[in-house]
């Protein structure tokens, strides 16, 4: 098993930057493919970005594809995303997930359903 705490959100102006980063605890963090997924009120929790077990893979939604950047770093047990060029419509909870899949080092998956473990979420608001 394994525990996620999602940090680093805030209210940031249009066009400006975050970094959201995501600590992992519990079961070896490089067993686990990683994503970021998004929730806005009144709509569906939707797929953000993805990175596979050894960081080689990414996913990424077309909508935030150029603007933000997923990393990972298994001496701190942490994923990343970095959010460049905000926008309003950018504006949600943020959580960060855990995928435990198949066994091959590229694992990488970008459907909710196949995530294991959850974060409790970040608030980002990006004002116009």
């Known amino acids: 098993q394994v525990q996620l705490v999602e940090s680093g959100g805030g209210l940031v102006q249009a066009g400006g930057s975050l970094r959201l980063s995501c600590a992992a605890s519990?079961?070896?963090?490089?067993?686990?493919?990683m994503g970021w997924f998004r929730k806005a009120p009144g709509k569906e929790r939707e797929f953000v970005a993805a990175?596979?077990?050894?960081?080689?893979?990414?996913r990424y939604a077309y909508s935030v594809r150029f603007r933000f950047t997923i990393s990972r770093d298994h001496a701190k047990n942490t994923v990343y995303v970095q959010m460049n060029s905000l926008k309003p419509e950018d504006t949600a909870v943020y959580y960060c997930?855990?995928?435990?899949?198949?066994?091959?080092?590229?694992?990488?998956?970008?459907?909710?359903?196949?995530?294991?473990?959850w974060g409790q979420g970040t608030q980002v608001t990006v004002s116009s």
């Open positions: 997930a855990a995928a435990a899949g198949g066994s091959e080092t590229y694992y990488i998956t970008t459907a909710g359903h196949e995530f294991d473990y």
């Open positions: 519990g079961r070896t963090f490089s067993c686990y493919a």
């Open positions: 990175i596979s077990r050894n960081g080689l893979k990414l």
